[in-house]
């Protein structure tokens, strides 16, 4: 099998990979650390929300594209991948959707009989 | 070439050894596989109990999957005759409630996980590489890991019956809080639960298996587009399974958790909920039942072209719609819960799911009759069981699409015409599927051909006696006759149509015992056929009937989709390539073949034995023997690993290269 | 043909239809059926942290943010470890990769470490076990699982270490493999030691006293430190050309996938458990 040098290069030389995973390793650190901050800080809670789903994607996202190599590997790992991501995200929501709906409240943390009546009335 | 040595039975005038030498399945090329000198025993004989459980052919184990789901399905067979039988008149005493509701869990469990499941998985192993030129899967220990984990699954589950505990008496879907320690205390359902557990490890290692197949093995030239429909479906089945069966699974961990642990996933006291259990379960289950009839709807659209002598109508679009199918299999699955009080929103928008999921399915059916349509039919076996698939799917569908909505399922819920759904869809469609499937490969596999006389009597006693059972039914559930109940009052006006369903049951169980005697005798005795009986379209056929162990003499190379069809008008062109890389291989030493394996039945028995000791021994013993089922599993995987995955070289037979 | 190639092309199998190798493509098929496994674990907690019965305990009062903000960058560091294992086998480079795996086995060990610290914790002084309340049960069997997980692949870690130093000559040298165990149980004694040599003198030196006289208490820990690195670096000294190179890249890189699947649920696991209830 000859290889074509050009296919090497493709993905980077060898050292700039080291430094690489050694940069983002540290930037994860440091998003882990704002994370940790931020539920501290005094903004409104889906403010605080938002921060953290978005910093833990971001953090999710470079590890499978950098350290679990998507980024210079065949597309079709990629898409393999992300249909067991959004089929288990989605499912996921649909679940606490449902579990959050309000005729899925159960009974034993329902103040009053009559919240639980008000509850069934107002659907 | 030799005659193979040692069948299984030891040398006699017995009729079944003389079979089972002379159908090659077991050894056509007796080329003496050389040992290693290593620490690792290599299994080489090619004959005897041994090689079968040492085999990594995806053919044996195909075989295999075959022979045990069809076992078990004379196994529900007869829960099923059983159930009919004490439902034939109203107030019956055949049964006890407690037998009754072992009878009717044990039935469904065993058709889906133990008949239907490893009858299409006998079909992905033998059928799919053969489809896509190759001459093994990617992962050949790992497919003889399956098949003995999936046995292992299967003796747990049935061990109920010979123990004080019972069968597994929940339903086959367990529903919580049924299945907690309070009100199922005894270990049928810590068994029912363990089995299930091997069984999606089972079905998810060989559905990895079967995907990186698929996509990584194919013969040059065949592209994804000129894949054969029922590659494409095992494809789908396989994603369907490893994307939902990890939803059971964890059900089942947390159930076994509340059982053995004492949590409170479905204890209600501590503020667990078992509604929770409905939804993981579903989120499993419904796919599942996509998993049990795309195999089906990919044999089916093999067998509509072969016998209409064209190619499949629309065939981007069947394919298409089998992705849509499974992707939208994952949004409907509280359709099953209508009634549980989910709330208007989530209601309505499963509902519309529901009724989404029925259009690519009808797609599916308008491009089964359009590659009828003007096609020259050719009335085979094979291709009436076809056709009864379409209609029968076609029923059960109908009936579907009435559950779709859901306050019409208000009232069906839980009633006989869901029964009636459910097995106009699972018999008239993946059992007809899977049935043509048998006879139209069975030349293939044996080398011999079914009688078309008994063949088709077969189909039509089994034809008339499903509809007779099924039919019924539909009625009996819109009057109101309610599921799983041992028997019934003599004043609801249901008595006529249980005891009709029960003759149609009769009919049916005489219609499989006549299509299950031609099998038997047809392997055994059956007219001996060369290549292509059908003047097929499809890749498997260009192989000698049997196949040799080494598949292709030649891996081919692909100009068209159906390859075979090209192949058989473009001859000349077909063989120079052959005669192209025929040289190359012989260039490289040889066709190279894996080695043979004990470690996969190793680790299998290893879990097995771990199983036992968590779902049936007391709480004295279980860790013991749960550990040492533990070690046992641990070597197992250890010296497969450390075997390595080296193989042997040989080079396929003359005549092999010159057909 | 199977000619030797100078370099291996580690993104590319040309023996495979994609050019993606069978290895690599399973385990990433095995990864999406990982996700929908999570996913429903996770699920279930989330589904009953909505509604929470009344009287049961807040994780508000349980959790120390403190200890599993240090265990997240512990695993994230393995993470790294992981990768630079990866990458110097694909440069064939042994040494460094065999001081990479056991980085990345000492960072995962110290996460179980954390983990089994966590628990004892809250079931100790908190009174939160995995029957008395819902939380319980969900918050154990996820975490556990998923520490489960870290576990399996630390074993794996640790039998790829061994492997690493299986010599070409097996025949030869049939006692390899015990020795492999031998040495990593001897640097597992080494780090036990150096951990109570450590709280040891830190003790002596908080107590006002010098290091002669941490030597004078803690003699034998300082001897068995000693005594386990150099046994550990005696059985891991060259003996022969070993039978693992750059081919062998492949299953590095599939554990390495594994690894790194485990820190990004763990991801998960940290902003779904733990910070949102923070807020």
């Not at chain 2, 270990?187 to 698929?214: C, E, K, P, R, Y």
């Not at chain 2, 899977?434 to 089994?462: C, N, T």
């Not at chain 2, 819109?478 to 006529?496: E, H, I, K, Q, V």
């Not at chain 2, 066709?591 to 779902?615: D, E, K, Q």
Request: with cysteine; aromatic share 14%.
């Amino acid at each position: 099998m000859s290889i074509s040098p050009a296919k090497a290069d493709h993905h980077g030389s060898d050292d700039n990979k080291f430094q690489i995973y050694i940069q983002i390793a540290m930037l994860l650190a440091v998003l882990t650390g704002v994370e940790i901050v931020g539920i501290f800080l005094p903004f409104p809670t889906w403010v605080i929300v938002t921060a953290l789903v978005v910093l833990s994607a971001v953090k999710f996202l470079y590890v499978i594209f950098f350290f679990m190599h998507l980024r210079w590997d065949k597309a079709f790992c990629t898409i393999l991948f992300f249909i067991g991501l959004m089929l288990a995200g989605g499912t996921v929501w649909a679940l606490l959707a449902i579990f959050g709906a309000k005729d899925s409240i159960p009974l034993t943390s329902i103040s009053s009989a009559t919240t639980v009546v008000a509850n069934y009335l107002a659907v | 070439m030799s005659p193979p040595s040692s069948p299984i039975f030891r040398a006699s005038n017995n009729p079944i050894m003389d079979a089972t030498v002379k159908t090659n399945l077991i050894a056509k090329d007796d080329h003496a596989a050389p040992t290693r000198a290593s620490v690792f025993w290599r299994p080489t004989s090619k004959t005897g109990l041994v090689s079968w459980l040492t085999t990594v052919d995806h053919k044996r184990i195909g075989f295999l999957y075959g022979i045990f789901a069809l076992f078990f399905f004379l196994v529900g067979g007869a829960e099923a005759l059983l159930i009919r039988l004490q439902l034939a008149v109203p107030n019956n005493d055949l049964l006890t409630a407690q037998q009754y509701n072992e009878l009717f869990t044990m039935h469904g469990t065993t058709m889906i996980f133990l008949a239907v499941m490893p009858l299409s998985a006998a079909f992905f192993n033998f059928i799919m590489p053969l489809q896509i030129g190759a001459r093994d899967v990617a992962f050949p220990r790992l497919n003889a890991f399956s098949l003995w984990t999936f046995v292992a699954g299967a003796i747990i589950i049935n061990l109920g019956w010979f123990m004080k505990e019972g069968a597994p008496d929940a339903g086959w879907f367990g529903y919580a809080p049924l299945t907690s320690k309070t009100y199922s205390p005894d270990h049928s359902i810590d068994m029912w639960v363990m089995g299930l557990q091997l069984l999606g490890v089972a079905s998810i290692a060989a559905s990895l298996n079967f995907i990186v197949t698929i996509i990584n093995m194919r013969a040059p030239g065949m592209t994804m587009m000129r894949l054969p429909v029922f590659t494409w479906m095992t494809l789908f089945t396989a994603f369907l399974i490893v994307l939902a069966f990890p939803a059971i699974t964890i059900a089942l961990v947390e159930l076994m958790m509340d059982r053995l642990f004492h949590t409170n996933f479905f204890e209600v006291s501590n503020g667990g909920l078992p509604i929770l259990w409905q939804h993981l379960f579903w989120v499993f289950g419904h796919p599942e039942v996509y998993i049990l009839i795309l195999p089906a709807m990919g044999i089916v659209s093999e067998i509509l072209p072969t016998f209409s002598r064209k190619p499949l109508f629309g065939y981007p679009i069947v394919v298409f719609s089998g992705a849509s199918i499974g992707f939208l299999g994952f949004a409907v699955w509280s359709h099953h819960m209508f009634t549980t009080g989910m709330g208007t929103v989530a209601t309505a928008a499963f509902a519309l799911a529901t009724m989404a999921i029925a259009v690519p399915t009808g797609v599916k059916i308008f491009n089964w009759i359009g590659t009828l349509w003007g096609g020259h039919l050719q009335m085979r076996t094979p291709m009436m069981f076809a056709l009864g698939f379409i209609w029968m799917f076609m029923m059960g569908g109908f009936s579907g699409i009435m559950h779709a909505a859901a306050p019409a399922d208000a009232q069906q819920q839980d009633s006989y015409f869901v029964i009636a759904h459910f097995h106009y869809v699972l018999i008239g469609g993946s059992l007809f599927g899977l049935l043509a499937g048998i006879h139209y490969w069975f030349p293939l596999m044996f080398g011999r051909r079914v009688s078309e006389f008994w063949g088709k009597l077969s189909f039509w006693v089994v034809f008339v006696g499903f509809n007779a059972t099924f039919f019924p039914m539909h009625f009996l559930g819109l009057n109101g006759m309610p599921r799983r109940t041992f028997t019934y009052d003599a004043n609801l006006g249901w008595n006529t149509p249980n005891f009709l369903a029960t003759i149609g049951a009769m009919i049916l169980g005489v219609g499989i015992g006549i299509y299950f005697s031609v099998m038997i005798y047809t392997f055994f005795k059956g007219e001996r056929i060369k290549k292509d009986p059908w003047d097929a379209r499809t890749l498997e056929w260009s192989l000698p009937t049997p196949p040799p162990e080494y598949n292709f003499a030649v891996t081919p190379t692909v100009h068209a989709r159906d390859a075979y069809w090209y192949e058989k008008h473009h001859k000349e062109e077909i063989a120079k390539e052959k005669a192209v890389h025929a040289k190359e291989d012989e260039a490289h030493g040889g066709i190279h073949m894996p080695f043979a394996s004990i470690y996969p039945f190793v680790t299998s028995v290893g879990i097995l034995v771990a199983s036992i000791g968590i779902a049936v021994m007391d709480p004295g013993h279980k860790l013991v023997v749960a550990l040492v089922g533990g070690v046992i599993m641990l070597a197992g995987i250890f010296l497969w690993a450390h075997e390595g995955n080296e193989g042997y070289h040989i080079r396929p037979d003359k005549e092999d290269l010159n057909s | 043909m199977s000619s030797t190639s100078a370099t291996i092309d580690h993104h590319h199998d040309h023996t495979t239809t994609t050019g993606i190798p069978n290895k690599k493509l399973v385990m990433w098929a095995f990864l999406a059926s990982d996700c929908m496994f999570f996913g429903c674990l996770i699920a279930t907690h989330l589904i009953y942290r909505l509604h929470p019965p009344p009287g049961s305990p807040n994780p508000k009062d349980i959790f120390s943010i403190e200890l599993t903000s240090f265990s997240t960058f512990i695993l994230l560091m393995s993470s790294l470890m992981m990768a630079l294992a990866v990458n110097a086998i694909q440069k064939g480079n042994i040494k460094s990769m065999r001081w990479s795996l056991l980085t990345t086995i000492f960072f995962g060990a110290i996460f179980l470490g954390c983990q089994v610290y966590e628990f004892q914790h809250f079931v100790h002084v908190y009174h939160l076990t995995i029957t008395n309340s819902m939380l319980g049960t969900t918050f154990y069997t996820l975490t556990g699982t998923h520490g489960t997980h870290v576990a399996i692949g630390v074993f794996w870690l640790i039998l790829m270490y061994v492997r690493s130093f299986q010599p070409k000559n097996t025949a030869a040298d049939r006692g390899w493999f015990w020795r492999g165990l031998l040495h990593i149980a001897a640097i597992c004694g080494a780090v036990l030691f150096s951990i109570f040599a450590v709280i040891g003198l830190t003790h002596t030196l908080q107590a006002g006293e010098g290091f002669t006289a941490f030597l004078g208490h803690d003699f034998g820990l300082v001897i068995g430190l000693v005594a386990t690195l150099g046994l550990s670096m005696f059985l891991a000294r060259p003996r022969g050309q070993v039978a693992f190179d750059q081919a062998n890249a492949i299953d590095v890189e599939s554990m390495g996938l594994y690894w790194h699947f485990v820190d990004i649920v763990w991801i998960v696991i940290f902003t779904a458990v733990y910070l949102l209830e923070y807020l």
